[in-house]
């Protein structure tokens, strides 16, 4: 079974300043990892993901994640926030053989300008 | 191209009926996912449906729930007899096959509300 942990439900950052996102891993078998964002009243969209090739990896709007099996992590960053980064961030995981996305709690980021 | 799509986007019900939820996803994806979202539970799965096999039923969280794929494409998520802790919003998912690797689709959403 796999599972991931998310600290802190709410998450304060400075226009311009660094987003940093944690999230941790278990998995009984090679994990691939997912990075998704929702805007208030609409679905999860996806914004990188791990899948066994680079370990680190770059998404869309300015993200990057890097996978540390040692640490068991992936945690997202973008180094300058923007107001539009306003949003919650839900890490995910799947596994060889198992392919039903298990969420963490999510992060509510707000975007102090 | 057309996304995932739901509805209805919000339903409002009295505890005791019968409901009934609409995902249809992307064209060309085999496969077709459902999850909840819930402020106690956050995001959990429910069920999996993969081209014409038999459907991973292991999420759902009690025989009140059930879900059909007719065609290989739309599907229906039902829920009898609803209670007050079936309040959430359903989220539907679909990707092009069911590989754990797969970018999952989500759509905006089937917000219900129990009362």
């Known amino acids: 079974a796999q599972s991931v942990t998310q600290l802190g439900s709410h998450v304060s950052v400075s226009e311009g300043a660094l987003v940093l996102l944690r999230c941790n891993y278990s998995s009984s078998v090679p994990p691939y990892l997912f990075w998704y964002v929702q805007y208030p009243n609409q679905g999860l969209q996806l914004l990188l993901k791990y899948t066994s090739a680079a370990t680190l990896v770059k998404g869309i709007n300015g993200f990057e994640a890097e996978f540390k099996k040692s640490e068991t992590s992936f945690h997202l960053t973008k180094p300058s926030a923007h107001m539009s980064d306003a949003a919650e961030y839900f890490c995910a995981v799947t596994g060889y053989g198992n392919n039903r996305l298990a969420f963490g709690k999510g992060n509510q980021v707000v975007v102090i300008p | 191209g057309a996304g995932v799509s739901q509805s209805p986007s919000n339903k409002v019900t009295e505890k005791g009926k019968d409901v009934e939820l609409r995902c249809d996803p992307i064209?060309?994806?085999?496969?077709l996912y459902w999850y909840r979202q819930s402020l106690g539970q956050g995001l959990e799965f429910l069920i999996y449906f993969q081209g014409n096999s038999a459907p991973d039923k292991s999420g759902l969280p009690s025989d009140r729930f059930s879900a059909e794929r007719t065609g290989g494409s739309v599907s229906t998520l039902t829920i009898q007899r609803t209670q007050q802790e079936d309040s959430a919003v359903y989220l539907c998912a679909s990707s092009l096959e069911g590989l754990e690797t797969y970018e999952q689709y989500f759509g905006p959403g089937t917000r219900l509300t129990v009362t």
């Open positions: 064209s060309g994806h085999t496969a």
